[in-house]
């Protein structure tokens, strides 16, 4: 579903990602893990084109992507949850997440508010359908982006810590509702996260991302009981407590 | 008949006050014309100067820079002089002059005038958006870059938006400001109020009977003038008030559902 062929990103002379090969398949949920500053936000953004490779090629489904092809090829291939929300604060949450559908897919203002109204409910917040996102708390505010995300129905989903900016206790209602998304075979996810308890339940893959290379990828299993990289053994020895 | 009474017998004069009310027009008109132009070419000065960074177009970018910086810091009233004295304007068939009710010299002056203050405003106004658009947050643009939306569309439907709720204070004042500018024209030409006011004084021995011109002259028509002003701008700022109330209360209403 995403191929990524040696891909090499540097912002000025600082090189962050050094050659990424890799091949998210339909359908998979991959995690990916790796120090702060590894490179794991520029890898996942490199596959919506948030940011574009020095060298190298993306793929998404068929398509090369391109500058020019990126509106194209997100429109109907992905949607992305980010660690601050991003949610359009002008907008109510209905009209944040009817603005992509009906401007983009051209789906009337009806339908638009029945597919947005059904992810709503699936996270629980249809009661926040006329309410200006600022007024939610951060757990359901991103409960919103994922909603919001899920309006556009496109198999993937991209998420870049999407807990780290949250109050503890509003981590897991988050997390429940991507461990509900991860049931469904349809969707191809790529998670960018801490969360250790997430990987282990939801994951196909996980990848350690660290100065700028795959260090180490493999099953939740093969992770969690026996790293070979040492910088990945250390890497989890101080994240699992 | 006592001085200040002479005075005030100028606005009893017909003639005087269509003379003046005109004037009050053609600042009204000069204002208007001035603030939409500028706000627009503003918006795209801005929008230039912010989003035209890479490649070839960063030639663009710097002639906004060099735009923006030039008439910014430079007074109104330089750029006033200059294009008042020496603007080229072609020459207007007195028939289309007619047409408005306006002499080719009056049609020339409001031309000049206007082309003199969009000058000066559109560089203000576009450091303003420029404000606006960079007080929205990076993060929206990477949510509609990642929904599938182009540059343009998330300027449109995301940002713009945002941007012009930013900058509504700012710009209001801005637009009260442009309304006070008009009057630099008053050294000039007879064309907006003050500068017909000023003539006024000047002539108001003509209408008072007096022999010389006296303080309560002054005191009366700048009084007017101040009158005429501040009822204008007020409104202005009172009408944006309530707008932006409105708009704030429904935005409350629709939080306590
Ligand atoms: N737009 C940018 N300009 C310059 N440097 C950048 C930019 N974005 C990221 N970097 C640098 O690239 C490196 C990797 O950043 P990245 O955000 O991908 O790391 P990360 O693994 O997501 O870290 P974190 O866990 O803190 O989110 C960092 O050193 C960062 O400073
Ligand atoms: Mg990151």
């Given at each position: ?49 948030l940011e574009e490779p020095t060298s190298g090629q993306v793929y998404v489904h068929t398509h090369l992507m391109s500058h020019n092809r990126r509106a194209f090829i997100n429109k109907i291939h992905s949607a992305m949850v980010f ?159 | ?257």
């Open positions: 579903m995403i191929r990524l062929i040696d891909v090499h990103k540097s912002f000025g002379n600082q090189e962050v990602l050094k050659g990424i090969n890799l091949h998210v398949k339909e359908g998979e949920k991959l995690v990916i893990i790796g120090p702060s500053g590894s490179g794991k936000s520029t890898l996942i953004r490199l596959m919506n084109y660690q601050q929300f991003n949610l359009y604060p002008h907008l109510t949450v209905m009209d944040n997440l009817t603005l992509g559908p009906r401007k983009l897919k051209k789906v009337p203002k009806r339908e638009a508010e029945e597919i947005a109204m059904h992810y709503l409910k699936r996270v629980k917040l249809e009661h926040k359908a006329n309410v200006y996102p600022t007024t939610l708390s951060g757990g359901q505010q991103q409960r919103i982006a994922i909603a919001r995300a899920l309006t556009m129905q496109n198999r993937v989903l991209l998420f870049d810590e999407p807990t780290s900016a949250l109050d503890p206790e509003m981590v897991q209602e988050v997390l429940d509702v991507m461990i509900g998304l991860s049931k469904e075979k349809n969707f191809t996810m790529v998670v960018v996260t801490h969360e250790m308890g997430f990987a282990r339940e939801v994951a196909d893959r996980v990848i350690f991302l660290d100065g700028g290379v795959i260090l180490e990828e493999g099953t939740p299993e093969h992770f969690f009981k026996n790293p070979q990289n040492e910088r990945c053994k250390a890497f989890l020895g101080k994240i699992i407590r | 008949m006592t001085e200040l009474q002479a005075s005030l017998l100028m606005l009893s004069n017909g003639g005087l006050m269509s003379y003046f009310f005109k004037g009050v027009a053609f600042t009204i008109i000069i204002a208007i014309i001035a603030i939409v132009i500028g706000f627009v070419f503003g918006s795209v000065l801005a929008l230039v100067r912010n989003y035209c960074v890479s490649g070839p177009q960063r030639i663009l970018k710097w002639l906004a820079v060099a735009y923006i910086e030039v008439f910014r810091n430079t007074p109104l009233m330089l750029w006033i002089f200059i294009c008042l004295v020496s603007f080229p304007v072609p020459s207007i068939p007195v028939a289309w002059a007619e047409a408005i009710a306006l002499s080719t010299t009056e049609v020339q002056l409001l031309f000049k005038s206007i082309v003199a203050l969009v000058l000066f405003t559109s560089s203000v106004m576009a450091e303003i958006i420029r404000g606006g658009l960079n007080s929205v947050d990076k993060g929206q643009f990477e949510a509609g870059y990642s929904q599938g939306f182009t540059f343009v569309q998330v300027l449109l439907y995301i940002v713009l938006p945002q941007t012009i709720r930013a900058i509504v204070p700012t710009m209001l004042s801005q637009i009260i400001t442009t309304i006070k500018d008009t009057s630099y024209i008053a050294n000039i030409a007879y064309i907006e109020f003050l500068g017909r006011v000023f003539r006024m004084i000047q002539l108001a021995p003509m209408y008072t009977g007096q022999p010389t011109q006296n303080v309560s002259d002054v005191f009366v028509l700048c009084g007017l003038a101040c009158a005429i002003y501040f009822t204008i701008n007020f409104a202005i700022s009172l009408l944006v008030r309530s707008l932006q109330k409105r708009q704030k209360t429904v935005r409350v209403a629709y939080a306590a559902e």
